[in-house]
């Protein structure tokens, strides 16, 4: 991965989750309050501008209704997924557990946003090196502090497994850990994200991992073809193209395999249900983006 190309990926994901609570109606699905911060923004003009650019550049490699189609996926999938894994944290919280391991990071406010919860969690943002300077500048130019329980950790998940860049922290391999990787599996290659499956599978028992990833296109109605295949050319034309769309039946018996107990996983009709029932403005999640969850040692 070149220089930059982490940021720009970890932006238009923090775009997102920006722009749900300016876009949609309440109730929200999830509030990102340090998103546009990350960004390097001050002003919901500023956020707007950011939109209306990145719409025009999705109608130049496609067509206006299916770039709008691309924005309400990508904005509602980012909201689902961070709600989603807050929710598993939560749960684990209260189980006891007092880690949470955040793979490609990216500009993740969760330590920063939910102080409050994350006081009892010692939190680890793992990513790119490039991604992580630009978090930090923007952190230091807003005047937020990291807070005490929290610790950046650089990484190259494509070189690198996931407890070789935990060395040197105080992470604690024998305690169990929520691990969260969302936003990443469809960029990584099949060797590497087999190898952090697994590397995860072999955390403490008690462990969870949470994950989204993309479905193949013979999965999809013709509406999300089409913004698979958008995102497939936005992603190749900023230098880091993505390839890795897998199947629910699957990434369920992989898990499986390398030792995840019962994988809970998320579709857009059960994701519906939980989060946008009786909705006045009917929003709804496509089914294009799933998110799961898996305990480890729990069969």
Not at 82 to 104: N, T
Not at 145 to 168: H, M, N, R, Y
Not at 263 to 268: H, I, S
């Amino acid at each position: 991965m070149k220089a930059g190309q982490a940021s720009d990926t970890a932006a238009i994901s923090a775009l997102m989750r920006a722009a749900h609570p300016l876009l949609d109606t309440k109730p929200w699905i999830f509030v990102d309050a340090m998103a546009t911060t990350l960004l390097g923004l001050e002003t919901n003009a500023q956020l707007y501008d950011k939109l209306i650019s990145l719409k025009a550049e999705l109608t130049a490699r496609s067509s206006s209704v299916t770039a709008d189609a691309f924005l309400r996926a990508a904005r509602l999938g980012g909201a689902v997924r961070a709600r989603y894994a807050e929710d598993v944290v939560a749960k684990a919280q209260r189980r006891g557990l007092s880690q949470y391991v955040i793979l490609g990071a990216g500009f993740d406010s969760f330590a920063y946003c939910r102080r409050g919860h994350a006081s009892s969690l010692r939190v680890y943002e793992l990513d790119h090196p490039d991604t992580q300077q630009v978090k930090r500048d923007r952190l230091r130019g807003s005047r937020t502090d990291i807070p005490a329980g929290s610790t950046l950790v650089s990484v190259d998940f494509e070189q690198q497994s996931v407890f070789e860049a935990l060395e040197g922290t105080d992470f604690r391999r024998d305690q169990p850990a929520v691990f969260s990787f969302l936003g990443v599996s469809w960029y990584l290659s099949e060797q590497a994200l087999n190898r952090t499956l697994r590397e995860i599978a072999g955390a403490a028992a008690g462990s969870e991992l949470v994950m989204d990833y993309l479905l193949p296109p013979h999965r999809l109605h013709d509406e999300q073809r089409e913004v698979l295949a958008l995102l497939e050319r936005v992603a190749s034309a900023r230098g880091e193209p993505g390839h890795h769309c897998l199947e629910p039946e699957m990434i369920a018996a992989r898990l499986q395999q390398h030792g995840f107990g019962e994988v809970r996983d998320l579709g857009a009709d059960e994701a519906n249900v939980r989060y946008f029932a009786g909705r006045e403005d009917a929003l709804r999640i496509p089914e294009l983006l799933r998110v799961l969850s898996a305990r480890v040692g729990q069969k």
